[in-house]
Structure formats: structure tokens, C-alpha cells
């Protein structure tokens, strides 16, 4: 396995929320059902809902910035222990959505099971990090070479 030194911090929200929003659903959904079978009272604020955002991006040329489109998404916002937590999931992803707001709020609240959360989604984190570098060592070998050819009449 490759590890991976990542610049983000689960205990930062923002930093948090891109974690849980690229975890996979399987760890996401076993941690809320920890917290869940713990005792810890889970309150839904806004249930997990399908709605479309708008992607923005940088032009890589001019530097500016504009919308790409619409991207379908998942949000959920819960309370846990009078803590919230909220989650935005790619698609259309009502379960992983729910489960990683109360992943949010169990960081965000102590809860006594987030140490091994955080250091499960720095892990994930992690695992995506080689597997993404994995890809590109081998699809760099692919790379074409072009050359410009000129009209010569």
C-alpha cells in the first residue's frame, strides 16, 4: 500500500467536507451506524435530498473563473448530541449523504468514536491518493507526441 502525506485536516470543516464528500459510502455508513448503535440521538434537520449546483472552474488560461454546469448532488444537514452536521455527496446519494453529516457532527462534536473516524477518512483519503497516482504512472506511458506539420506549396 502507498501512503500518502495529505494536506488536509479532518478537524477543519472545509477540509472535512471534502473528505466526506469523497469517502466512499460503505465506511461512511458503517461510522454513522456506530454512533447510531452508541445511544447518541441523531436528529435530521434537512433530509438527504437530490438538488443541482453549479460547478464553477478556473480557466486555466485567462485564470477566470465560470460555471461548467450543473452538477447533481446530495445534501443532508443532522443534529447529534446538539451538534450539526452537514454533508454533500456526489449524485444522487441519500444514505452516504446522511450517514456523512452524522460522521460531520460526531468530528465536529467529540463524540467519543471521532478519532477513529478521522483517522478512517485520512485513511480513504489516502488509498484514493495512490490509487489516483497508480493511474496516471500508468497511463503516462501513453502519452502521443504531435508535430505541427507545415503546408509547403
Same mark, same amino acid.
Given at each position: 500500500?502507498?501512503?500518502?502525506?495529505?494536506?488536509?485536516?479532518?478537524?477543519? !470543516? $472545509?477540509?472535512?467536507?471534502?473528505?466526506?464528500?469523497?469517502?466512499?459510502?460503505?465506511?461512511?455508513?458503517?461510522?454513522?451506524?456506530?454512533?447510531?448503535?452508541?445511544? $447518541?440521538?441523531? !436528529?435530521?434537520?434537512? +433530509?438527504?435530498?437530490?438538488?443541482?449546483?453549479?460547478?464553477?472552474?478556473?480557466? %486555466?488560461?485567462?485564470?477566470?473563473?465560470?460555471?461548467?454546469?450543473?452538477?447533481?448532488? =446530495?445534501?443532508?444537514?443532522?443534529?447529534?448530541?446538539?451538534?450539526?452536521?452537514?454533508?454533500?455527496?456526489?449524485? *444522487?446519494?441519500? *444514505? %452516504?449523504?446522511? +450517514?456523512?453529516?452524522?460522521?460531520?457532527?460526531?468530528?465536529?462534536?467529540?463524540?467519543?468514536?471521532?478519532?477513529?473516524?478521522?483517522? $478512517?477518512?485520512?485513511?480513504?483519503?489516502?488509498?484514493?491518493?495512490? =490509487? !489516483?497516482?497508480? !493511474?496516471?504512472?500508468?497511463?503516462?506511458?501513453?502519452?502521443?507526441?504531435?508535430?505541427?506539420?507545415?503546408?509547403?506549396?
Amino acid at each position: 500500500m502507498v501512503t500518502v502525506e495529505y494536506m488536509t485536516d479532518p478537524y477543519d !470543516r $472545509s477540509d472535512r467536507f471534502e473528505l466526506l464528500a469523497a469517502c466512499d459510502a460503505e465506511r461512511l455508513v458503517a461510522h454513522a451506524d456506530a454512533v447510531i448503535d452508541g445511544g $447518541s440521538e441523531v !436528529r435530521v434537520l434537512q +433530509s438527504p435530498s437530490p438538488q443541482l449546483v453549479m460547478q464553477q472552474v478556473v480557466d %486555466p488560461v485567462a485564470r477566470q473563473p465560470f460555471n461548467l454546469g450543473e452538477v447533481l448532488v =446530495t445534501a443532508a444537514e443532522v443534529a447529534l448530541d446538539e451538534k450539526k452536521g452537514f454533508a454533500m455527496r456526489p449524485g *444522487k446519494a441519500e *444514505k %452516504p449523504a446522511l +450517514s456523512a453529516a452524522v460522521v460531520d457532527a460526531a468530528v465536529e462534536g467529540e463524540h467519543p468514536l471521532a478519532e477513529e473516524m478521522v483517522a $478512517s477518512l485520512e485513511a480513504a483519503a489516502s488509498e484514493r491518493e495512490g =490509487t !489516483r497516482r497508480q !493511474r496516471w504512472g500508468e497511463t503516462r506511458q501513453t502519452t502521443v507526441e504531435f508535430e505541427e506539420m507545415e503546408d509547403h506549396t
